[in-house]
């Protein structure tokens, strides 16, 4: 996978009748080593979560239950990627914006992470952010 745009990425959907499966292996499903996961749910209605951007990390990020919105940001124009099947997963490169909102009850994002985590890699000031991007 060599397009390091933002994109949505179908996940492998097996259907069985007594349950259906998906599956997320890096560098096959995801563009990137995984060296992180995790999760976030129980999002009070109205919060936003994320409002930052990484210098390195790399991230996947699949709705396994209800939706949500994934806000992005290039310095240049905003898209939005509404989240609502398990087997569809944002994929979202270094250097991006995001933020995530409008949580439904319930639900349950999964983060997929290039990186491990480290502080120093975050950047929240916005104006910073604009400033990197020129």
């Known amino acids: ?17 007594r349950g259906n499966l998906s599956v997320i292996e890096e560098w096959k499903n995801v563009p990137f080593k995984i060296e992180r ?15 930052h951007a990484y210098k390195e990390n790399q991230e996947f990020i699949v709705a396994l ?14 898209r939005t990627f509404s989240l609502n099947r398990s087997y569809y997963g944002l994929y979202v490169p270094k250097g991006i914006w ?31 952010f604009l400033s990197m991007q020129r």
């Open 65 to 78: 239950s209800g939706s949500f919105d994934v806000i992005l940001d290039n310095g240049k124009e905003k």
């Open 1 to 17: 996978m060599e397009n390091n745009e933002p994109r949505i990425i179908a996940l492998p959907k097996i259907l069985d009748k």
């Open 98 to 128: 995001r933020e995530m909102n409008n949580f439904s009850t319930n639900s349950l994002a999964l983060i997929l992470s290039s990186t491990a985590y480290n502080a120093e890699d975050y950047i929240y000031d916005y104006e910073q």
């Open 37 to 51: 996961t995790y999760w976030i749910y129980d999002v009070p209605g109205g919060e936003a979560r994320g409002g």
